[in-house]
């Protein structure tokens, strides 16, 4: 099968659906000849014209509130954000108007639009372009939250998300932008809340969204190689979330870690550890950890930044001692 | 007044759209005072000129978005008592299934896309949905009513540059009621407002919210203008609101005074002036006014009592509509 990056995964998704249904519209900073800082969207403004591919003011809550009417009335605007960060900007289009509009109505108005924003540290870029917010979108009831963790996942839930009724939010990590996987040339869609077991084994569970499965899986391939046989999953959208798999898996193997780049306090970690806790209880051997960035604003020093982040190595040291028993209590 | 029409049946519609307007506020106003309305409402009452003298100059196929002030947005653009009455009190027919209440209240199917409880919350909305009805070459036009407390926000000047440079069919409403909340407009905005919407290239428009005919007459000319792609426009109406912020805003002397609302309801009334003005011209008589405002008050009386006789909805209800299908 031929690879592409998860870049042009993202492109060709929004070209197909772009050529599939009119109504689809791009806007957002850059977004028309610059393809974006990250040059994802480049081409897009060739085939489509200024007229779906919009380059917009820097003004979030402006073009956001901009994209949830026109949803709201027939358009399926997918939204740029140009770094996560900015989500706190739009905060009030986001959440008090897009997701609520369709309860508020009892159902008769719907907002179909997708916001494509990213995530991830480890870019040099300091405290307000590295984080990862999807947490607190996942907070908010009204709101799909996706989570990429490769080419493949990025075309196929963009696609998804595209036609969706619903606003959905898409997190990509922009350090795996260049990163390729195999993609299929014929069209597929990838389900919300279907989460995809990566790697079975049979001694400890490990979840892990967007980047942190690479991490889960060089992990599991480090722990095999010592006998331990660790299960990866990847729940690809965190709202709605595939519960149930996570919850047969640790009963599987009855331990489990909890892998995602959100701060750690209240956060994607601390959600499905005590999901796991509630449902899966009396078949656990050890605590449900979690591991997530550190609670600290993100620094800019690499000899700082690289430590908030887990890490395969980290991934490791936990499971062996969950799977040593060494982990009665929780760290 | 403004220039007479001879368009009878017009005139006889707007006054009697102003006159629901009151009836529905002061039916509302009295379910709170009983304490037979869950939560608070805001009242229209005295702002009817504005909302009716826009939207009868539009069609179902244009748009609005309104404000936590809206239920008289609601009923000019079409809400049928009943529904109504049933949102106010949470009832399983309301227009929102009980799900919106009074900051929510629209009749979706007439082109209302929602009260909004965040103030200027909906600027985005209706900026969007004309950029909607450019993209797909739709001749609807969107008015985004706010009041001139909203013009604080920052999302008013973020939207109308973009409306202006994508020359956007959208008339931003300023319903301009000399409050912002508890405190006087002049307290908190500076400059002219007409002035910010001029900065952007909008054409911008001052017009006495209390003249139901100047009110319409000038929506009429812009949103012919908007649909042969002029727009954006601004209008800033003067107007007034009777009650207070809310209906729990009754001592309110500490920041407007007795004989101020006074003067406005005596003076400057909307639906006083208009009836006044459909006898001297003789579209109607006193009778026949007397006999509309009769039935629009009957048609109230009969759509509250249905509302508190009516279903809320089954417990069910509570998680259905956060996703749509």
């Not at chain 1, 690809?236 to 898996?249: F, W, Y």
């Not at chain 2, 965040?118 to 209706?126: D, K, Q, R």
Request: net charge negative; with cysteine.
């Amino acid at each position: 099968m031929r690879e592409i990056t998860l870049s042009q995964a993202v492109n060709e998704a929004i070209a197909e659906e772009m050529r599939r249904d009119p109504t689809v519209f791009l806007l957002g900073e850059d977004v028309a000849e610059a393809g974006t800082p990250f040059k994802v969207l480049s081409g897009l403004v060739e085939e489509f014209g200024t007229e779906r591919v919009i380059d917009t003011p820097i003004a979030e809550p402006g073009f956001m509130g901009i994209a949830v009417g026109a949803a709201m009335t027939g358009s399926r605007p997918i939204v740029d954000l140009m770094f996560g960060d900015f989500i706190f900007l739009i905060m009030d289009q986001l959440c008090n108007q897009a997701a609520k509009t369709h309860y508020m109505s009892g159902g008769k108005l719907n907002v179909p639009l997708v916001l494509r924003t990213n995530m991830g540290a480890t870019r040099r870029s300091a405290a307000q372009h590295s984080q990862s917010l999807h947490a607190l979108v996942s907070h908010i009831p009204g709101l799909k939250v996706a989570m990429p963790s490769s080419a493949y996942e990025a075309k196929g839930l963009m696609k998804t998300a595209i036609r969706d009724n619903n606003p959905v939010v898409i997190f990509e990590d922009k350090l795996m932008y260049q990163d390729k996987a195999p993609v299929p040339e014929e069209e597929y869609l990838i389900p919300f809340g279907e989460a995809n077991v990566k790697r079975e084994g049979s001694d400890i569970t490990l979840i892990a969204t967007s980047s942190m499965v690479q991490v889960a899986e060089k992990a599991a391939a480090i722990l095999s190689n010592e006998g331990i046989e660790a299960e990866v999953i990847d729940p690809r959208t965190i709202v709605p979330l595939d519960e149930a798999t996570l919850i047969k898996s640790v009963k599987k193997t009855s331990r489990a870690i909890v892998i995602d780049e959100g701060h750690q306090s209240y956060g994607v970690t601390s959600e499905i550890a005590s999901r796991l806790n509630e449902k899966a209880f009396y078949h656990l051997d050890t605590p449900v950890v979690r591991m997530g960035a550190m609670d600290v604003p993100i620094p800019f020093s690499p000899a700082l930044e690289d430590i908030t982040v887990p890490t395969p190595d980290r991934v490791v040291e936990m499971a062996r001692k969950l799977c040593s028993g060494e982990m009665i209590h929780a760290a | 007044m403004a220039k007479a029409k001879t368009n009878t049946e017009d005139y006889l519609r707007m006054y009697r759209q102003m006159m629901r307007i009151r009836t529905f506020e002061d039916n509302a106003n009295q379910l709170y005072l009983s304490a037979k309305m869950p939560g608070l409402t805001h009242m229209y009452s005295g702002e009817e000129a504005v909302a009716v003298g826009i939207c009868e100059a539009l069609t179902d196929d244009d748009r609005i978005t309104s404000t936590h002030r809206g239920h008289g947005h609601c009923v000019a653009k079409g809400a049928n008592f009943k529904e109504m009455f049933c949102e106010l009190l949470g009832k399983e027919e309301g227009y929102c299934r009980g799900k919106g209440g009074s900051m929510h209240i629209a009749d979706q199917s007439h082109g209302n896309l929602g009260a909004n409880a965040i103030v200027g919350g909906s600027m985005g909305i209706a900026t969007g949905s004309a950029l909607r009805a450019k993209l797909l070459g739709k001749d609807d036009v969107t008015v985004c009513f706010f009041g001139d407390g909203a013009t604080a926000q920052g999302l008013l000047y973020e939207v109308m540059n973009m409306a202006a440079l994508w020359n956007l069919p959208v008339i931003y409403a300023c319903e301009n009621n000399g409050y912002s909340e508890y405190t006087k407009t002049e307290e908190i905005a500076a400059g002219s407002i007409t002035a910010r919407a001029e900065a952007f290239g909008i054409e911008a428009f001052k017009v006495d919210g209390q003249d139901v005919l100047a009110v319409n007459e000038l929506t009429q000319k812009l949103v012919a203008r908007c649909r042969k792609g002029e727009g954006p426009f601004f209008i800033e109406l003067e107007t007034y609101r009777y009650h207070g912020h809310h209906v729990g805003d009754i001592n309110r002397e500490y920041y407007r005074s007795k004989d101020e609302e006074k003067d406005w309801k005596e003076n400057r009334d909307p639906i006083i002036r208009f009836r006044s003005y459909l006898v001297a011209e003789g579209i109607a008589t006193e009778d026949e006014i007397e006999a509309m405002n009769a039935e629009i008050e009957k048609d109230a009386t009969e759509a509250v009592a249905y509302a508190e006789a009516a279903k809320y909805p089954d417990v069910s209800e509570v998680d259905m509509h956060v996703y749509a299908d």
